[in-house]
């Protein structure tokens, strides 16, 4: 039993990335740590309780409270340091702690993520791509919202969509329903053609790769639009995340609403047209 626990740490993988944020290291800290402002750059809500033994809790999907991570927290060094769990593997109780490092720096902060424990064997490989996407648009969001509108409330709508991964070019890209220039790096502008024809103007926040975008958008005033494509319950769907810190949600969704339907009747016609 301990020679298969040792050569299972032995046998890991960790996701590790850093950036910079304009922004002192106590305000990073609160943006991180405090449930009312995870929920303006991370998770649809969430709960948190400081300190050691305390607990950061993020829902995703607000439709499906069951969709959460219960995060306890192990070490906690307020602006400096957190150590925190997190269960999500694909057997159901292995750990993968979180590592968060605040260091002051240039007149910001040096951010730094260690997320470990992921087993090397590939039955973890899509749990380990997951997080890792995950892991680099939600910096990249909390970069956003510490720089430019911390302390403003979030409004979020998400929908879903039965998407298949070959079928990710049809959904964006250069000749996608959403069309964007490929080879655009994080923080350049971009204009966005939009389904029905219409477009918006914005600049890229997390690059496009094949699996994940994300733009800010002048229609939005400033809000994100995110497509990723995730496997949930084993199925593949792709997520659109609209948010917004202007539009409130009925203003949001009366935007956004129309490109969701145009995109699930354009693949609904798709697969229609499918020989198979």
């Known amino acids: 039993m301990q020679n298969n626990l040792a050569q299972n740490v032995m046998n890991t993988r960790e996701i590790h990335q850093a950036l910079f944020i304009d922004a002192p290291p106590e305000v990073v800290w609160e943006a991180f740590t405090d449930a009312k402002h995870i929920q303006n750059w991370f998770a649809a809500a969430a709960a948190s309780q400081p300190g050691v033994d305390g607990f950061i809790d993020l829902i ?3 439709s499906k409270p069951n969709s959460g991570q219960h995060c306890v927290i ?12 997190w269960r999500d593997a694909p057997d159901g109780e292995h ?3 979180i590592e968060v490092v605040l260091q002051a720096k240039d007149g910001g ?12 064997d590939a039955s973890w490989d899509e749990e380990f791509d997951s997080h890792g996407r995950g892991w680099t648009y939600e910096l990249k969001s909390l970069r956003y919202y510490v720089e430019n509108l911390f302390g403003h409330t979030r409004t979020i709508v998400l929908q879903r969509l039965p998407l ?7 959904l964006v890209g250069p000749n996608g329903a959403f069309q964007i220039e490929s080879g655009l790096s994080d923080r350049r502008n971009c204009v966005l053609g939009l389904p029905g024809g219409a477009s918006s103007g914005g600049f890229v926040l997390n690059e496009l790769t094949q699996k994940d975008v994300a733009v800010v958008l002048d229609v939005l005033r400033g809000g994100v639009l995110r497509l990723t494509f995730e496997t949930f319950a084993g199925e593949p769907e792709v997520w659109f995340w609209t948010s917004s810190w202007v539009l409130d949600e009925t ?16 693949l609904l016609h798709a697969s229609a047209d499918d020989p198979q």
């Open 60 to 62: 995703w999907d607000r």
């Open 74 to 85: 192990t070490e906690w060094q307020p602006a400096q340091r957190l150590v925190m769990s």
């Open 251 to 266: 203003a949001l969704r009366a935007i956004v609403e129309p490109w969701y339907q145009e995109v699930k009747s354009a």
């Open 109 to 120: 902060t040096l951010f730094t993520l260690t997320h470990s424990g992921f087993l090397s």
């Open 164 to 170: 298949n991964p070959e079928d990710w070019r049809q």
């Open 95 to 97: 750990p993968l702690p």
